[in-house]
T-cell receptor, first 113, second 114 residues
Framework: QQQVKQSPQSLIVQKGGISIINCAYE??????FPWYQQFPGKGPALLIA?????SEKKEGRFTISFNKSAKQFSLHIMDSQPGDSATYFC????????????FGPGTRLSVLP | GAGVSQSPSNKVTEKGKDVELRCDPI?????LYWYRQSLGQGLEFLIY????????KSGLPSDRFSAERTGGSVSTLTIQRTQQEDSAVYLC????????????FGPGTRLLVL
């Protein structure tokens, strides 16, 4: 119940295309869903996050879609650029201090020029 | 302001030796996390500190692993009698500790056990 499933494991997209990464969870107590972006040799960095009281959040080219009933959420990267090539992790957390923080296994995105 | 810093950035050690990895969290952040990331893999939770509360050690893989946090700030992760399977990137993150607070990650320490 603590797991977060993520797919696909890897993704290749042409420049200008849409990248879509999906995540699913089981524990309905999760109440915060961030996405992290990690470049080689660097630590993960927060990209965008959503709480379950909204169904969508958009920041620039990045959008999170959240389906509470299906316990799924996804990251959409519009107009994908080569600079977006990185590993993306979804995560879920709960607890008064956010102490129960679970990460998905990651998706390696390659955007071709 | 300054982000999370970790030292050393790289560590090569021989099997059986002890290593200490250091994490300096963002000033004022009460929560501190250690994760392990093997090559091409996701993040494996190791240990969590929140303020002066007892740490959550549920992710530590064996009793060779321990961590402490002095004065609610700097943390040290110690691996005793290192094994080759301990080779990984060890990431530290800190947050303000509230519900849904963002974790900010350091650059990691790349540990190689020969």
């Amino acid at each position: 119940q603590q797991q977060v499933k993520q797919s696909p494991q890897s993704l290749i997209v042409q420049k200008g295309g849409i990248s879509i990464i999906n995540c699913a969870y089981e524990n309905t107590a999760f109440d915060y869903f961030p996405w992290y972006q990690q470049f080689p040799g660097k630590g993960p960095a927060l990209l965008i996050a959503i709480r379950p009281d909204v169904s969508e959040k958009k920041e620039g080219r990045f959008t999170i879609s959240f389906n509470k009933s299906a316990k799924q959420f996804s990251l959409h990267i519009m107009d994908s650029q080569p600079g977006d090539s990185a590993t993306y992790f979804c995560a879920a957390s709960m607890g008064n201090y956010g102490q129960n923080f679970v990460f998905g296994p990651g998706t390696r995105l390659s955007v071709l020029p | 302001g300054a982000g999370v810093s970790q030292s050393p950035s790289n560590k090569v050690t021989e099997k059986g030796k002890d290593v200490e990895l250091r994490c300096d969290p963002i000033s004022g952040h009460t929560a501190l996390y250690w994760y392990r990331q093997s090559l091409g893999q996701g993040l494996e939770f190791l240990i969590y500190f929140q303020g002066n509360s007892a740490p959550d050690k549920s992710g530590l893989p064996s009793d060779r692993f321990s961590a402490e946090r002095t004065g609610g700030s700097v943390s040290t992760l110690t691996i005793q009698r290192t094994q080759q399977e301990d080779s990984a990137v060890y990431l530290c993150a800190s947050s303000r500790g509230g519900q849904g607070e963002t974790q900010y990650f350091g650059p990691g320490t790349r540990l190689l056990v020969l």
